[in-house]
């Protein structure tokens, strides 16, 4: 209720004013009214409503006490009429995605930026979680000068359709051809030779092919003076 006002006239006594009765009925009315917002005050409180930090802290008699905002780092606190507004610094309103080949700023509101698989590489989502997977098959076929940093286990497979191997050592058995020939077979003509008695003896192979096979030096049409030395006849 709004006060009430006791009109007292122009001049003491000159007749225009509340008499004393209307005069004090006023007067009451202002104190029950005045009595009823006292009460309230000394019964009223604040309170917090919503999540997150409250702005009320207190009341002390009839004041209400409130907690004062302060700015963060980045962060900046303006006023104005009954609003404060809270600015955050332009550098945390983005984003900034940087790869092999470039980079890009990805601005604040409602932007996104798609993740994508390229070659023998895919993307998949689970939750909150990106996954990136690369898939092994093929891998060293894309590579157009592959090389290795350790030992090579071919796990008890072989190593086919090679063109040239080349190498500085070669550890193992060797299976193939060498030059279109099974080396395999070379063994019966380097090891086991059993030349039996020999008169005369031979130091060498080529000793055993001239003393055990006749040599045909054809005809003779004409005098040559190449000489041969057959060696002593026994």
Same mark, same amino acid.
């Given at each position: 209720?709004?006060?009430?006002?006791? !009109?007292?006239?122009?001049?003491?006594?000159?007749?225009?004013?509340?008499?004393? =009765?209307?005069?004090?009925?006023?007067?009451?009315?202002?104190?029950?009214?005045?009595?009823?917002?006292?009460?309230?005050?000394?019964?009223?409180?604040?309170?917090?409503? /919503? *999540?997150?930090?409250?702005?009320?802290?207190?009341?002390?008699?009839?004041?209400?006490?409130? +907690?004062?905002?302060?700015?963060?780092?980045?962060?900046?606190?303006?006023?104005?009429? !009954?609003?404060?507004?809270?600015?955050?610094?332009?550098?945390?309103?983005?984003?900034?995605?940087?790869?092999?080949?470039?980079? +890009? @700023?990805?601005?604040? /509101?409602?932007?996104?930026? =798609?993740?994508?698989?390229?070659?023998?590489?895919?993307? =998949?989502?689970?939750?909150?979680?990106?996954?990136?997977?690369?898939?092994?098959?093929?891998?060293?076929?894309?590579?157009?000068?592959?090389?290795?940093?350790?030992?090579?286990?071919?796990?008890? !497979?072989?190593? @086919?359709?090679?063109?040239?191997?080349?190498?500085?050592?070669?550890?193992?058995? *060797?299976?193939?051809?060498?030059?279109?020939?099974?080396? +395999?077979?070379?063994?019966?003509? *380097?090891? /086991?030779?059993?030349?039996?008695?020999?008169?005369?003896?031979?130091?060498?192979?080529?000793?055993?092919?001239?003393?055990?096979?006749?040599?045909?030096? /054809?005809?003779?049409?004409?005098?040559?003076?190449?000489?041969?030395? *057959?060696?002593?006849?026994?």
């Amino acid at each position: 209720m709004a006060i009430q006002t006791i !009109n007292i006239g122009n001049v003491a006594n000159d007749g225009t004013g509340d008499d004393l =009765r209307e005069a004090f009925a006023k007067v009451n009315a202002n104190f029950v009214d005045l009595d009823a917002k006292v009460d309230i005050a000394e019964g009223s409180d604040g309170a917090n409503l /919503g *999540l997150g930090e409250g702005v009320f802290r207190d009341k002390t008699e009839n004041t209400l006490q409130f +907690r004062s905002l302060v700015a963060g780092s980045n962060i900046s606190l303006s006023s104005g009429g !009954n609003s404060i507004t809270i600015t955050a610094d332009e550098a945390l309103k983005q984003l900034i995605v940087v790869s092999d080949s470039g980079s +890009r @700023i990805i601005p604040a /509101g409602n932007q996104s930026i =798609r993740i994508q698989g390229g070659t023998n590489t895919s993307t =998949r989502v689970t939750s909150e979680d990106v996954f990136i997977d690369v898939e092994g098959d093929g891998l060293v076929a894309l590579d157009p000068t592959p090389t290795l940093s350790g030992q090579l286990d071919a796990n008890a !497979n072989n190593i @086919i359709n090679a063109n040239s191997v080349t190498s500085s050592n070669f550890v193992g058995n *060797l299976t193939g051809l060498v030059h279109n020939i099974d080396v +395999r077979e070379l063994n019966t003509f *380097l090891f /086991g030779f059993d030349f039996g008695s020999l008169t005369p003896s031979a130091d060498s192979f080529y000793d055993f092919l001239v003393s055990n096979f006749d040599i045909d030096f /054809g005809s003779f049409t004409a005098p040559n003076v190449t000489e041969t030395d *057959l060696g002593a006849i026994v």
